[in-house]
């Protein structure tokens, strides 16, 4: 699906952030090893999201007024569906995956609007450079 106007960037952003959530919430459940740190990241992608919409909202009229859009910005949730036995390794090296693409998405969104706005790409790339930290972090995990 191509994203052309913020809204569908913003849509995305929940979309992506919530299924990523549900995604470590599941497995935070079945692994104890990375319950901890798994239950952190889901409330760093609910914090992620509210900051994300924040940003957009604030300057939403601006946006309007200029006709700001994501033009050339694709979307598929790259979230892993792993059998319900996967290891806490196979989960581990998945997130890593799943984070990549997180941490691209947001990187190609803030580019696309750097133009015509501040906030929502100072916002995108905080996300993604908090996204490498999260990527290094589950690669020391594996």
């Known amino acids: 699906m191509e994203l052309n106007t913020a809204s569908s960037?913003?849509?995305?952003?929940?979309?992506?952030?919530?299924?990523?959530?549900?995604?470590?919430?599941?497995?935070?459940?079945?692994?104890?090893?990375?319950?901890?740190?798994?239950?952190?990241?889901?409330?760093?992608?609910?914090?992620?999201?509210?900051?994300?919409k924040?940003?957009?909202?604030?300057?939403?009229?601006?946006a309007l007024e200029t006709n700001f859009c994501f033009k050339g910005l694709t979307a598929k949730a790259e979230i892993p569906d792993l059998p319900e036995n996967a290891s806490a390794e196979d989960v581990v090296r998945a997130s890593v995956d799943m984070e990549k693409f997180?941490?691209?998405f947001y990187r190609q969104a803030a580019d696309l609007s750097r133009s015509l706005l501040a906030d929502v790409p100072r916002a995108m790339d905080r996300v993604a450079r908090n996204r490498d930290s999260r990527i290094s972090e589950l690669e020391k995990m594996a």
């Open 102 to 104: 997180i941490r691209d």
């Open 54 to 62: 924040r940003s957009y909202y604030s300057v939403v009229t601006d």
């Open 9 to 52: 960037v913003i849509s995305f952003v929940s979309e992506l952030e919530q299924r990523s959530a549900d995604f470590y919430g599941k497995w935070a459940e079945r692994h104890t090893a990375l319950k901890t740190r798994f239950d952190e990241f889901v409330k760093e992608n609910q914090k992620t999201e509210k900051n994300i």
